[in-house]
């Protein structure tokens, strides 16, 4: 049986997890500098395992230059999402006004809270994504969705638990791609 300093604790966890993973979803999709996690290691990680050559780092005048990845969005792109999250209005008290955390000027999301981060991830993203993202990409990100709606349930049926671990399983693979 675990005790309630045990629970809140991993509840913590599993927060800050989800805030984390919001936080590096956005940021990898708005370019942030320091939140995204499409950078130079990665596309060295490609090349030392040999797999997708369009986009290993180029040599080009003194400089490396980062191939575009499938997921990276035009200036044009990037304000359409922020455009749909600026626009967007929520019922009092189901979460926070996303105007406030949405910074139009530099195209950027800043202090958000988990619930905040936990609203996104589960209802909105996969619906603001929609005329954004390439499908495979698309349907990747709606799949986790999916699985943080499902996993954070109030009741979860057990019978449902070994296919949503494959389904799990298959997203993380989608997401490695």
């Known amino acids: 049986m675990l005790d309630v300093e045990t629970l809140s604790t991993s509840h913590l966890r599993c927060n800050t997890c989800r805030k984390n993973v ?73 979460s926070s006004n996303p105007r406030i955390h949405i910074s139009m000027e530099e195209l950027k999301f800043h202090s958000m809270k988990s619930h905040d981060c936990h609203v996104l991830t589960q209802q909105i993203l ?19 969705c999916f699985n943080y709606r499902k996993i954070c349930t109030k009741m979860v049926d057990p019978s449902d638990l070994d296919n949503l671990e494959d389904y799990v399983v298959e997203t993380l693979c989608l997401l490695e791609k």
Do not use: M
């Open 126 to 144: 996969s619906i603001a994504l929609h005329h954004v993202l390439p499908k495979p990409v698309q349907n990747t990100i709606c799949r986790l």
């Open 22 to 94: 919001c936080e590096s979803i956005f940021g990898t999709l708005l370019g942030i500098k320091w939140k995204s996690k499409d950078g130079k290691k990665i596309h060295d990680d490609l090349k030392q395992l040999g797999i997708r050559r369009s986009l290993w780092p180029q040599d080009q005048a003194k400089k490396i230059f980062l191939p575009p990845a499938p997921h990276t969005r035009s200036k044009k792109e990037k304000e359409t999402l922020c455009v749909v999250l600026f626009t967007l209005k929520v019922l009092d008290h189901y």
